[in-house]
């Protein structure tokens, strides 16, 4: 795919990688391969403030679902990409949401060199292209690796990889990364992987916790609710570690 920007009509200066699996794609209010179409307060658009750069590099004014055209195989509902952003407007003006996120896919398919790597990195370098600046990868990933000890053996150190090949090919060597700990898989797995995850000490990554959110009937996916609270962790962690502090208001 060419990463040049085809549609300049919006430039959002502040971008934001959406990547990982189902639960960054947005399986809220899924069921039966069909999305019910109920949209949060907390999730609604904002065509002055929020957008999103599509399958086919336009930027576009950001509405769930995210990642409908992203994750095109599957039916996509509410993620947690929409609640962060309005959670985080007031003090980040102009927000580009780059979702990249594919359901059911593993660590390693994610690796330097492998489609789905290679199509975030030209999405990330469009959003640049048109001076955006990235401000941060909010990964969620890793219910598909919670399958064997060999997955769970790998799994920090491919993290780790993956951060550092972001990281390079993109030449940030600080790119904020703020990944969630799953909270469903294969019971036998699970922690392992939540401690690969929460293991991972490297500058500028933070963990978000997203066990004990609710879960649909699937035992595997965020229900609605859940993604909307999961959008405002994320977002307070950004908040919390990476965005520039408000300034000093003088008091008389």
């Known amino acids: 795919m060419d990463s040049t920007l085809e549609n300049v009509a919006y430039s959002p200066k502040n971008v934001f990688i959406l990547s990982g699996q189902s639960n960054m794609a947005g399986r809220g209010g899924v069921e039966k391969h069909h999305w019910d179409g109920v949209v949060p307060n907390e999730c609604h658009p904002d065509a002055s403030r929020i957008f999103r750069l599509s399958a086919h590099l336009r930027y576009e004014v950001a509405r769930e679902p995210l990642h409908h055209d992203i994750d095109a195989k599957k039916t996509c509902g509410v993620g947690p990409g929409m609640s962060f952003a309005n ?124 066990m004990g959110l609710q879960l649909k009937e699937d035992n595997l996916h965020l229900t609605t609710e859940a993604q909307v609270k999961l959008g405002q962790m994320l977002a307070d962690a950004y908040l919390t570690h990476f965005a520039p502090q408000e300034p000093c208001v003088a008091t008389s």
């Open 87 to 210: 959670a985080i407007k007031d003090r980040v003006e102009a927000i580009g949401l780059v979702p990249c996120a594919v359901g059911g896919t593993a660590i390693k398919e994610w690796a330097h060199g492998q489609h789905l790597y290679v199509n975030m990195i030209n999405r990330a370098r469009a959003a640049m292209s048109h001076g955006g600046e990235i401000k941060a990868l909010l990964w969620y990933q890793g219910e598909s690796d919670a399958l064997s000890q060999h997955c769970v053996d790998t799994y920090k150190a491919n993290m780790e990889k993956l951060i550092h090949d972001v990281r390079a090919d993109l030449h940030l060597p600080s790119l904020p990364i703020i990944q969630v700990a799953i909270a469903s898989g294969d019971e036998k797995y699970i922690e392992k992987i939540r401690e690969a995850q929460k293991a991972i000490d490297l500058p500028n990554v933070v963990c978000v916790d997203a």
